[in-house]
Structures are given as C-alpha cells and as structure tokens.
C-alpha cells in the first residue's frame, strides 16, 4: 500500500446526498465535498419522509458522485477504496448509498468500507483540527443529540443523550409553533436576537437529575402551551410575542446543553486528558448563543473548544470519506456482504437511546 491514500465518501442516511474525496498522507485533504440538500422535497410534509427520500438519493448519487470526482480532477481509478455510510440512519436511505458503492466496488475491485455515520460525526475534529483523543464530543442536530468520549477512531464511550427529541428537531417544531420559516433553527435564532428571554417561563427539562442524559419534548408542548395561550388572548402572535418566545425557547435549549455539558466534561476530564478538549458537530452547533454558552464553560474549565466549519458540521461525505482512510490504512475494510444498519450505536455497552428523531429510530 502507498503512503497517499485518496478514499471516495458516500452520504445519504437522512435528507442530505453526498459524496467527497479525501486524501490522507501526513494530514488528510478534502479535495472535494458535494451536498445535495432535500429540503424542498420535504417541506410539505413537517419533517423528512422515508420513501421520498430514499427514491432522491437513488436519483442523485451517481451525478453527486461524478460531482465529487469532477471537483477533486480524478477519476475512479485513482481512488484506492470507496467509504460509504452503513448506519444508523432511514434505512432507504443507507440502502441506496450501500447499493452504489457495492456496486462500485464490484465494477472496480476497490476496497469498500462501511462507515458508522455517528463516527464521521465524532471524528471530525481529527481531520479538520487534528484534535488528539481523548477529547469529548457534543453532537447536536436534528436527528441526534449525545456525549462520546472518543478514547481512539473505534473507541467512543457514551456519557448521555436525549432521551425523546434531538435539539434541532426542537427548534424546527418551535419554528412551526411560531409561524417561522424552515429549517427552524435560523429562523428561531434570527428571531431571539430582538426578545426578551425572560418573558415566559419556560422549563429545563432533567436538569433536577443527575447525570448526561436530556429531554426537550417538554419544552416544545411548553411552547405550545404558551403560544396557545397569548393566540386566545390576542387572536394571533405579533412580533414581539414571536421573539420573546423564540428568545425563551433558546434560552432555556442553551442552559440544558450548557450545564449537561458541565457535567460532561467533569466525567471526561477524570481520565486527565494531555490536550483537554470539548468539540462540538451537528447543525445545532451553528448557533451562536448555544456555542457562546459552551466557550465560556470551556474557558471557565480550561478546557480548548473546538467546532468544525460548519459545511462539516452538517452530514456530509468528506466525514464519512476520513473514516474510511483511518480505516484503509490499518486494512480494516469489509466485503460485498455488507448490510445497511437503521441502528448502530457507537458505544455497544451504552444502554439503547429511547424515542426517534428525524433520522427515525435514534442510535
Ligand atoms: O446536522 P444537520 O444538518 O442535519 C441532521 O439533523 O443530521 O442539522 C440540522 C438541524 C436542523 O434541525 C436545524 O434547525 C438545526 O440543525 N440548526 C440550528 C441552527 N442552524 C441549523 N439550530 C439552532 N441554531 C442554528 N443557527
Ligand atoms: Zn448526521
């Protein structure tokens, strides 16, 4: 085996479509990262529909694929093995990325490799700030939402979880509630930016109980519960009401993912971590008062903070694509057997999550 490896990422376990290629010497280079969003297909329907999107990522992975390569000025026959989300994920979806890349695999003899989708999200860190393990990752989207420790690229130890709704799931409703665009996440913050935070009260859902573990159902029947109460009294919600409430919701999201964290990091740093670190991924992750939040703890705890741009805080392949080297390079690859996973947590030894989020069933 040479000393450059250049690996081929597929994605397409939720309503994103993408592929990337990433080169791996000393350091790994994304040569190309190409995303295909389905948001529009789904818009109206409140949320990601199976079928729609398995049949969209069918449709798009060869001219994604072709994309990638294009941008990265290779062809197929200068990659040396083709990575491609197996799980967890709609299982649609991760079939249609399973079946091209066997597929591809078959046509060209490159080695494949299943890559856990959790894992590209957890590993991020290491290929764009070579981040050294141990370091604690805070995932927040809109379909997951956990703590890892990530102890090595196959050793991850889960310290919590939500326990119902992923975050961003939560801004998405509270968006809907509101009357505000998708994805809800933007809008909620665009809209907080002039509210005052302490209008309603609203919860902080298992903050009374110990250990990692989350919930933010509650807060959005709260939202519900507030927003139908002010739609009696005035026959509709101005803009005042749309920014406070926005500003409450986003008040409280914070304080739950600021003091889980907390705790978190004070499990983590018993392992005396060389290098201390708090990486965050995922959509949420974008949100300015939420990271501000995490910095100052971080500060606080002398622990670095570290965030991926966010075109690599969203799923993307270039994530999926670096697993699949780390993996190449130590010969770790799998055979046309493969099967795709609708579950797969990182940490086997972890209790199951409960509830499912907009990836279904969550890891
Ligand atoms: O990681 P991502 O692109 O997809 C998955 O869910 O896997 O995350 C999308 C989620 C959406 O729910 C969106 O509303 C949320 O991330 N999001 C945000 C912000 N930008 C995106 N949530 C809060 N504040 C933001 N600025
Ligand atoms: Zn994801």
């Known amino acids: 085996m040479t000393d450059t490896l250049t690996v081929l990422g597929i994605e397409s376990s939720c309503d994103d479509t993408a592929a990337a290629v990433v080169r791996l010497n000393s350091t790994a280079t994304v040569l190309s990262s190409v995303v295909y969003g389905q948001t529009g297909l789904h818009a109206d329907f409140g949320g990601v529909v199976p079928e729609i999107a398995a049949r969209a990522h069918a449709e798009k992975l060869d001219h994604c694929i072709e994309e990638a390569l294009t941008q990265a000025k290779l062809s197929l026959t200068d990659l040396d093995g083709i990575a491609v989300t197996a799980g967890p994920g709609l299982i649609g979806g991760v079939l249609s990325g399973v079946m091209c890349a066997k597929g591809l695999s078959a046509a060209t003899g490159l080695p494949l490799i299943g890559v856990n989708h959790l894992a590209g999200h957890a590993l991020t860190p290491c290929l764009t700030d070579n981040v050294a393990f141990p370091f604690l990752m805070l995932l927040v989207s809109g379909g997951h939402c956990q703590f890892l420790i990530a102890n090595g690229p196959d050793d991850f130890k889960r310290l919590g979880g939500t326990i119902d709704d992923a975050p961003g799931e939560a801004f998405d409703k509270t968006a809907r509630i509101l009357g505000l665009p998708q994805p809800g996440g933007p809008s909620v913050e665009q809209a907080a930016k002039i509210g005052d935070p302490k209008r309603f009260k ?23 519960r507030a927003r139908d109460g002010i739609v009696l009294e005035k026959q509709g919600l101005t803009k005042a009401d749309q920014a406070d409430l926005s500003a409450g919701f986003q008040a409280a999201i914070t304080d739950v993912l600021v003091e889980k964290s907390r705790r978190a990091l004070t499990e983590y740093l018993t392992l005396r971590p060389a290098t201390p670190t708090l990486a965050v991924a995922g959509g949420v992750a974008a949100n300015g008062q939420i990271r501000d939040g995490l910095q100052r703890l971080c500060a606080e705890l002398g622990v670095a903070f570290t965030a ?15 697993v699949g080297l780390t993996r190449l390079a130590n010969g770790d690859i799998d055979d046309l057997t493969l099967s795709a996973r609708p579950r797969w947590p990182l940490d086997s030894t972890a209790a199951p999550m409960l509830g499912s989020g907009k990836k279904g069933a969550k890891a």
């Not at 991926?308 to 670096?322: E, S």
Request: with cysteine; net charge neutral.
């Open 308 to 322: 991926p741009p966010l075109a690599l805080c969203t799923d993307n392949a270039a994530m999926i694509a670096y």
């Open 202 to 224: 609203l919860p902080r859902p298992l903050l009374d109980r110990p250990g990692c573990d989350m919930s933010f159902s509650g807060l959005k029947t709260a939202m519900l």
